[in-house]
C-alpha cells in the first residue's frame, strides 16, 4: 500500500508562486524516486518532476523546466514541487507518487486526492 497527501494548492495569478507538499508513505520506502502528475481539465494526467530520494538527481518537463523545483526531505519523506512564475496553462490537480525513474510514469497505480492549483490570467 501507498499512502500519498498532497497539499498546498490554490488560487494565483498568473506569475504567481506556490509551494505543494507530498506527504509519502507505506510502500514509497522501497521506490528510489517520487515525482508530481498533473491533469488538467479535460486532459489526461501528465508527468511533472521527479527526484530521487537518494543523490537528488531530478527530472522536469520540457513545459515546466527553469520555472518548477522539486526537492525531498527524506528523514519525513515528503517531497515538494515549488512553483514560480506560474501560468494560466499550468491549471491542474497535482499528484504525487513513486515514480520508475527514466520511464517518468508511476510505480504503482495508486493516487491521492490531489491538490488543485488554479493560476488566473
Known amino acids: 500500500q501507498v499512502q500519498l497527501v498532497e497539499s498546498g494548492g490554490g488560487l494565483v495569478q498568473a506569475g504567481g508562486s506556490l509551494r505543494l507538499s507530498c506527504a509519502a508513505s507505506g510502500r514509497t520506502a522501497s521506490s528510489d524516486a517520487m515525482g508530481w502528475f498533473r491533469q488538467g481539465p479535460g486532459k489526461e494526467r501528465d508527468f511533472v518532476a521527479a527526484?530521487?530520494?537518494?543523490?537528488?538527481?531530478?527530472r522536469y518537463a520540457d513545459s515546466v523546466k527553469g520555472r518548477f523545483t522539486i526537492s525531498t526531505y527524506n528523514p519525513k519523506n515528503t517531497v515538494y514541487l515549488q512553483m514560480n512564475s506560474l501560468k494560466p496553462e499550468d491549471t491542474a490537480v497535482y499528484y504525487c507518487?513513486?515514480?520508475?525513474?527514466?520511464?517518468?510514469?508511476?510505480?504503482?497505480?495508486?493516487w491521492g486526492q490531489g491538490t488543485q492549483v488554479t493560476v488566473s490570467a
Open positions: 527526484v530521487t530520494w537518494r543523490g537528488g538527481s531530478t
Open positions: 507518487a513513486p515514480v520508475i525513474w527514466g520511464r517518468w510514469v508511476p510505480e504503482y497505480d495508486s
